[in-house]
């Protein structure tokens, strides 16, 4: 099989040619090898290449299918970001801080995936502690967005989103925080699904913000995100946040008719300040669940309008406590040549972070000082709750939210880069998710200028079976997913 005939091929696609031994996973992991070295140098999706792991994985692959005993991933190549941790693979975070850092262990969750069989063919590259909305911020180089490649990928997963829709690998593991996973998959026009917060386990993800961060994956369609999460979802004891939560086989949701389904699409989304055609998609998928006998609320939540400011208060307040850690002394990078330990703390993170990382963390500094802990911290934290509140009335009334996943489609390279509060923007309809725990899904709803457009759908917690039926009924009544860049 050649590399270009791989682009877009889904999980379970794959999975039937393994099965049927129409090609082994050898095959498939070297035509995805082979496609990383045509297509990444334009995408530049990766951080690192794991080739000769790929293959020792594939090897192993191909013995459990001859045996039987395969499962779902087993000989599925795989990308995962560069800021959850892989034994003995270096794990960088996209930052000079952690350019030689080399995990002693595996996450939980690359633990469950290798035992599946998935085949890791690279790390992907973020913005810098997956702080940032376009990836422009890793310390490395900027990922470009397959669907033109002098426009961001989104972030902070940004890597992650392009390998998956330039074909460079079948699925992807990302984190989302205020939207990192979300937004990048509707700049990138694939299937970008965040858990709800405890549902997968954060064991060896790098922290950002604890309370908000979440792995979960970029796939091709909403049955692969569905497989993907069978594996990695499940209690961890390693993990204090990770809830005990019974996890059921996600794929069995798919298919199931949705008439009757209340649908909530709150008005604060649909404000001013967003691209047309952005409003105009989410008007006609509205139509297609209407025409499906899904029931449209028209409904108001105004708290939500203050998410940003709460993330941008609480995020960079947790990120400024869990990056204290890097004092050059432990691990990671080390500055030289300064005279006493203070000076060297500081010259480690003066050179070690990154510009956005250090104003996030100044920001956070700020946030918890002394005589304004209560004026900013504490007080986003009671308005956290305000928001949770609303969003758990608002779905004893409705089954989902339908919003738009971001403004705009994908920005220029460079565009946004000198203006943060522009940049920020981005994830104003991602946040909430984050800040009440709740699943939220991005898929493709749209083309506008030959750029993909995101469609976000919201369910309750630990709804995610909700959730992927909502969004695959959809899928299955269009034709976005199909669509691909032509690299």
Not at 151 to 172: H, N, Q, T, W
Not at 472 to 477: D, I, L, T, V
Request: charged share 20%; hydrophobic share 40%.
């Amino acid at each position: 099989m050649q590399s270009s005939d791989l682009s877009g091929i889904t999980i379970h696609k794959a999975r039937e040619l393994l099965d049927n031994h129409e090609l082994s996973s050898v095959e498939l992991t070297q035509a995805f090898l082979d496609r990383i070295i045509e297509i990444d140098p334009l995408t530049r999706a990766f951080v690192t290449v794991t080739s000769d792991f790929a293959m020792e994985q594939a090897s192993r692959a191909d013995a459990l299918i001859a045996s039987g005993k395969s499962h779902s991933l087993t000989g599925i190549p795989m990308q995962i970001k560069d800021n959850i941790c892989t034994r003995d693979i270096a794990t960088t975070c996209s930052s000079e801080m952690l350019k030689t850092f080399i995990p002693p262990y595996d996450s939980t969750v690359t633990s469950r995936l290798y035992d599946n069989g998935a085949i890791l063919v690279g790390k992907g590259n973020l913005d810098e502690f997956a702080m940032g909305s376009s990836t422009e911020n890793s310390a490395f180089f900027s990922t470009s967005n397959p669907w033109d490649l002098d426009r961001v990928p989104g972030g902070s997963s940004g890597g992650p989103a392009a390998s998956v829709a330039s074909g460079e690998c079948i699925f992807a593991i990302g984190s989302d925080t205020g939207g990192s996973i979300r937004q990048p998959a509707a700049f990138c026009g694939v299937v970008g699904l965040k858990p709800s917060y405890g549902l997968v386990s954060r064991f060896g993800l790098i922290a950002f913000a604890s309370s908000l961060d979440q792995i979960g994956p970029l796939t091709n369609d909403v049955t692969d995100s569905a497989l993907v999460l069978n594996v990695i979802a499940g209690h961890d004891y390693k993990d204090s946040t990770s809830l005990n939560q019974n996890i059921p086989d996600y794929t069995r949701a798919l298919g199931s008719d949705i008439r009757g389904m209340r649908i909530g699409v709150p008005a604060e989304y649909f404000g001013d300040g967003i691209q047309p055609e952005v409003l105009e998609s989410v008007r006609e998928a509205l139509e297609v669940f209407e025409s499906l006998g899904a029931v449209i609320d028209r409904i108001s939540l105004p708290h939500t309008s203050y998410a940003m400011a709460v993330y941008y208060i609480i995020a960079p307040s947790e990120a400024s406590a869990n990056l204290a850690r890097y004092d050059g002394v432990k691990y990671g990078y080390s500055a030289v040549g300064a005279d006493t330990m203070r000076e060297a703390l500081e010259h480690t993170r003066q050179y070690g972070f990154g510009e956005e990382v250090k104003r996030r963390i100044m920001l956070g500094t700020y946030a918890l000082s002394a005589g304004y802990y209560d004026a900013y911290y504490l007080k986003a934290q009671k308005v956290r709750t305000l928001i949770r509140n609303e969003i758990d009335e608002a779905f004893r009334k409705c089954d989902i939210l339908v919003t738009p996943s971001t403004p705009s489609v994908a920005f220029k390279l460079g565009e946004n880069a000198d203006d943060p509060l522009k940049m920020y923007l981005n994830d104003i309809f991602t946040q909430p998710a984050n800040i009440t725990g709740i699943p939220a899904i991005s898929i493709q709803g749209g083309m506008a200028d030959g750029l993909p457009i995101g469609l976000q759908i919201m369910a309750g917690r630990f709804q995610e079976e909700t959730l992927l039926k909502a969004a695959y009924a959809y899928e299955q009544e269009t034709d976005w997913h199909l669509l691909r860049p032509d690299l």
